[in-house]
């Protein structure tokens, strides 16, 4: 976001209340100290849907978020991380921090010590078990399992305020598990069921397959940012109005889209395929996709999202249109690419890395990343031609030619004739590219988190896991994220 003009004036203002505060006539509010001191400390956790870093830095929703509140007010963000939500409520009594973001659910028993912003967010608590144990449908269903949760967490709240009415209800508690660790516990037998709030899960779910939702344990509740109670009202006022201003000009939609867009794409019976295929058959490829990435400026685990896309890295795979290989490469392309055989697995993931990477490349220079890498994806399955009318299309309706988020909402227009009359190239299946990047996006979430928490493609699966039959994979219709990484 700019910094605009009227937050410059405001700037040059408080520098000077600032100035006139240090001769002793007035006392700086916080957001005059703030802006003085030029950076703002949030306190977060790190996790999936909060903070964490990748391969580009720090990244996360609720990082994306404050540092657009930096932005808007011109100064730097400063992060600080909190094991525990013990520890980060405390924090909230330094003098130095400002707020916390941590997808935190608005709790009345904290109205005493915190304030709670608008929400930008609403989320419900779910009952997470074991597929393939008996599935709990209400609470009295949890009585005789084994509940865990995050202590001093919402959820803890939530079952303390359910006790009244069911008085039988236990469950234990510890500051020392984070979400991925109480989903591992439940997919791995230790306990039967935890809570996980439904964003959280949402993100996490194809990483977990063995996983899933019991019920709703709450219905829809608001998350928000909270700052630490006090009468100076300056900090608060200024978020405030910040929320209003992201409402209307659609910053939090593209917060929401980079992080939550993709998520729907791999349900339980895709994720349990991909889990299965990248055990058998990925390691036989992945020093090819790294070689290829390297050589032309890519990730390897976006090349090999693709190519399972394409072909569930099956190197003689065929469609009915006549493209072939690892990476579905039609005859055309390959012999413009310089692919004699795109059977061979190295040519093709060599030649499918070398077109993508020109036709990033060949994307306008005002289509910045992460929209520039979707929209050359999009292209490689649907066309430059088609991906540009799109775009156009996109603009003529007031829509950001720029940027994913948009374009992916023109492109199912290509197959409609009063839509594609209007275009340079006509028909295409344009739901297609849709699903296709939003698919690239999901595998490559999980390879990346495979990576993270050094899980080893080689090891082995059962048998009947082995014998399993490739269902075909059914696709969400709501596409609704950033890889998360630990």
Same mark, same amino acid.
């Given at each position: ?17 600032c ?5 002793g ?5 916080k ?14 956790r790190?996790?999936?849907?909060? /903070? %964490?870093?990748?391969?580009v830095?720090?990244t996360g ?7 657009? %509140?930096? $932005?808007?007010? *011109?100064?730097n963000?400063?992060?600080k ?14 003098k ?6 941590a997808?935190?659910?608005? @709790? ?7 304030? %709670?912003s608008t929400? &930008? ?6 009952i997470i ?5 008996? @599935? ?5 269903d949890?009585?005789? *399992? ?30 020392? /598990? ?5 989903? !591992? ?21 194809a ?8 019920f709703?344990?709450? *219905? ?6 909270a700052?630490p109670?006090?009468?100076?009202n300056s ?29 729907g ?15 058998k058959?990925?390691?036989? /490829? ?10 032309? #400026? ?9 190519? &399972? ?7 003689r795979?065929?469609s009915?249109?006549?493209v072939?290989g ?18 061979d697995?190295?040519?093709?993931i ?12 060949r994307?306008? #220079? ?12 999009a292209?490689?399955?649907?066309g430059y ?12 309706d ?8 948009d374009?992916k909402?023109?492109?199912p227009?290509?197959? !409609?004739?009063? /839509?594609?009359k !209007?275009? @340079?190239?006509?028909y ?7 699903? &296709?990047?939003q ?5 490559? $979430? ?19 896991e ?13 596409? @609704?994220v950033?890889p998360?990484?630990?």
């Amino acid at each position: 976001m700019k910094f605009s003009f009227k937050h410059f004036t405001t700037h040059l203002l408080v520098s000077l209340l600032c100035l006139l505060a240090l001769t002793g006539s007035v006392l700086p509010n916080k957001i005059e100290k703030i802006l003085n001191q030029g950076e703002i400390v949030v306190v977060t956790r790190n996790s999936p849907t909060t /903070y %964490f870093e990748d391969n580009v830095g720090e990244t996360g929703y609720e990082y994306e978020l404050a540092k657009s %509140f930096a $932005d808007y007010l *011109g100064v730097n963000l400063v992060i600080k991380q909190a094991d525990t939500l013990e520890e980060l409520y405390a924090y909230l009594n330094q003098k130095n921090v400002a707020f916390a973001a941590a997808s935190l659910t608005v @709790r009345p028993d904290k109205n005493e010590s915190v304030r %709670f912003s608008t929400p &930008y967010m609403q989320v419900s608590q779910q009952i997470i078990y074991r597929r393939g144990t008996l @599935r709990p449908k209400q609470v009295t269903d949890l009585i005789n *399992g084994k509940l865990l949760v995050t202590s001093d967490s919402s959820h803890s709240y939530q079952l303390r305020q359910m006790q009244n009415d069911v008085p039988e209800l236990s469950w234990s508690e510890s500051p020392d /598990y984070a979400t991925v660790e109480l989903l !591992q516990m439940v997919a791995d037998g230790e306990i039967d069921y935890t809570i996980v709030d439904s964003n959280e899960f949402e993100m996490l779910q194809a990483y977990y397959p063995n996983v899933g939702i019991g019920f709703d344990l709450t *219905g829809v509740q608001p998350l928000a940012w909270a700052f630490p109670q006090s009468p100076d009202n300056s900090l608060f006022e200024e978020a405030q109005s910040f929320f209003r201003d992201v409402q209307t000009n659609g910053l939090l939609l593209e917060i929401e889209e980079r992080f939550y867009g993709h998520l729907g794409q791999l349900n339980y019976a895709g994720a349990k395929r991909f889990k299965r295929q990248t055990h058998k058959k990925l390691n036989k /490829y992945d020093e090819i996709f790294q070689q290829a990435a390297q050589q032309y #400026d890519l990730d390897w685990r976006l090349l090999a999202a693709m190519s &399972y896309q394409e072909s569930h890295w099956n190197p003689r795979a065929r469609s009915f249109t006549g493209v072939r290989g690892m990476m579905m490469l039609t005859l055309r392309t390959a012999k413009e690419l310089g692919v004699k055989n795109r059977l061979d697995p190295k040519q093709s993931i060599f030649g499918g890395a070398k077109y993508l990477a020109k036709l990033r490349k060949r994307m306008p #220079d005002n289509i910045a990343e992460p929209d520039r890498t979707w929209m050359a994806l999009a292209a490689y399955n649907v066309g430059y031609g088609h991906l540009t009318d799109a775009r156009k299309l996109t603009k003529l309706d007031g829509g950001d030619s720029t940027r994913w988020m948009d374009v992916k909402d023109y492109l199912p227009r290509l197959s !409609q004739k009063r /839509y594609y009359k !209007q275009t @340079r190239h006509g028909y295409a299946r344009g739901n297609e590219p849709v699903s &296709y990047v939003q698919n690239i996006r999901r595998y490559f $979430d999980v390879l990346v988190w495979n990576e993270a928490n050094n899980v080893n493609n080689n090891n082995a699966l059962t048998e009947t896991e082995l014998a399993i039959e490739d269902a075909p994979m059914q696709l969400s219709a709501n596409v @609704r994220v950033i890889p998360p990484l630990l």
